[in-house]
């Protein structure tokens, strides 16, 4: 399935996408904003990802998409979410290639996906986190129509060190309402 905003394209990951994921996601500052992707990345891991995507795709568990450009069709990321076990609420992750960073398309592709979990998958609850260290990612979520719910201190670890995490959500109703000035 495919998911058209206004400058984007989001579509399935494809193995072909792999020497873009390796060189975009390989990115020392795009893998130290993430708590998955590892650095350095290495030949063979996009490809292992990308498979290991499919699987968690076939089983019910993942929905993921490559983030490309609508008008040439050139990779900029990915964003997924990963559904809970009851497959009523689910977590949000995403990268935008260095490259790409302040054009405003994370918010777009964020948005997309939001509005795609809430209309054609039903679900009750998007959540996602970033790092503290990384408040870009937060301005994304808050852009995308996502509340600030909490702080988990010292929560994972990245490269050895312990990160702490801002949490976000968002349920059908606030992401409807988030241009509404009146208060609950």
């Given amino acids: 399935m495919n998911i058209r905003t206004k400058r984007l394209l989001l579509r399935p990951l494809k193995l072909s ?3 873009d994921i390796q060189r975009l996601a390989g990115d020392r500052d795009v893998a130290s904003t993430t708590r998955n992707i590892e ?14 995507c499919q699987e968690k795709i076939d089983a019910g ?28 609420s ?19 592709a964020v948005e997309a996906v939001i509005k795609h979990s809430f209309n054609k998958l039903e679900l009750d609850r998007v959540y996602a986190a970033h790092f503290t260290r ?3 990612s937060g301005r ?14 010292g929560h994972t670890e990245k490269c050895g ?6 949490l976000y959500g968002v349920t059908p109703e606030q992401f409807e309402n988030r241009g509404s000035t009146s208060s609950p």
């Fill in 39 to 52: 650095h350095p990345y290495e030949d063979g891991m996009a490809e292992n990802w990308i498979k290991s």
């Fill in 134 to 136: 990384n408040p870009s």
């Fill in 90 to 108: 689910g977590e949000l992750g995403y990268w935008i290639g260095k490259p790409f960073w302040n054009q405003g398309y994370a918010t777009e």
């Fill in 61 to 88: 568990d993942l929905v993921n998409f490559a983030v490309a450009h609508q008008a040439d069709g050139s990779f900029l990321g990915v964003i997924g979410l990963h559904l809970d076990e009851d497959k009523r």
């Fill in 140 to 153: 994304v979520m808050q852009k995308a129509g996502m509340l600030h719910e909490g702080f988990l201190k």
């Fill in 17 to 19: 996408d792999a020497p």
């Fill in 161 to 166: 060190k312990l990160e702490d995490l801002e």
